[in-house]
């Protein structure tokens, strides 16, 4: 049986006098490629924010790697080993490839040979960064600043990746080769928490889904169950 690396368990959040997320209960075992789907507004992107500690929890807990990170901050979620890959990418304007992938690895106290090292297995999984590496960053095409953003997380060396929306406004094969990548990261033992609009790419890369409406968890399981569930077929997958 896999182990369980991250536990939410009875999670609620929200903005202000707004109340998003209602008891979530989520699961990414060690290993794996978990996705997050869900309508637009569902409390997908709300529920990464909160675990990434950008917003706070109001009720519930979140245990990573046997650790309790219930409320923890920003820094905290970063030092256990959870790295956030924003929606939009947010990628430093001005700074090139290069530079923007090495800020993935400023809060780490290892030698330059490492980051070195690191950077060179960045641009194994993305090769097109290797040749951009000099280039401001975000005048890449949106695919490349997605590998960027992609990669700026895995340079902090986490145990779990999140990743939000990753093929939002991305043409199809960029989307492609994304994929392609992250099944590449995933194989080196990295966990992925994956959210993404498009139904039929999250449940090809994903093992297992959790499928998010009006804040609360309406139905899980494995992906290849999820895909011939009629609920799911008919209101996600035009099916």
């Known amino acids: 049986m896999s182990e369980i690396l991250l536990e939410v368990k009875g999670c609620t959040a929200g903005y202000g ?24 507004g569902a409390g997908k992107s709300t529920l990464l924010r909160t675990l990434s500690g950008l ?7 979140v245990t990573f790697a046997e650790k309790d990170l219930t409320g923890a901050t920003p820094a905290e979620v970063l030092s256990a080993g959870i790295a956030h890959v924003p929606e939009g990418r947010r990628l430093f304007k ?14 780490r106290k290892a030698l330059r040979a490492d980051i070195e090292h690191d950077l060179e ?3 194994h999984f993305f090769p097109i960064l290797k040749k951009r590496r ?5 005048t890449m095409s949106g695919g490349e600043q997605q590998m960027c953003a992609i ?3 895995i340079m902090s060396q986490p145990s779990l990746l999140m990743i939000d929306e990753l093929s939002l406004g991305l043409a199809p094969l960029a989307v492609e080769s994304l994929c392609s ?4 990261v995933n194989q080196t033992g990295l966990s ?3 959210i993404e609009q498009d139904v039929f790419t999250a449940f090809d890369l994903a093992k297992n889904a959790f499928v998010i409406e009006s804040g609360k968890v309406s139905i899980s399981g494995p992906c290849e169950l999820l895909a011939s569930n009629p609920q799911v077929r008919q209101a996600y997958m035009g099916i």
């Open 17 to 40: 006098d707004v109340q998003v997320l209602w008891g979530i209960d989520l699961q990414v075992l060690k290993g794996e490629i978990t996705c997050i789907v869900g309508s637009n």
């Open 55 to 61: 917003i706070k929890i109001r009720s519930g807990s």
């Open 94 to 107: 001005g700074l090139s490839v290069r530079d923007n992938l090495l800020l993935g690895a400023y809060h």
């Open 121 to 123: 297995q960045i641009y």
């Open 134 to 138: 000099n280039q401001d960053a975000t």
């Open 151 to 153: 990669g700026r997380g």
């Open 181 to 184: 990548a992250l099944q590449s």
């Open 192 to 194: 992925i928490l994956l």
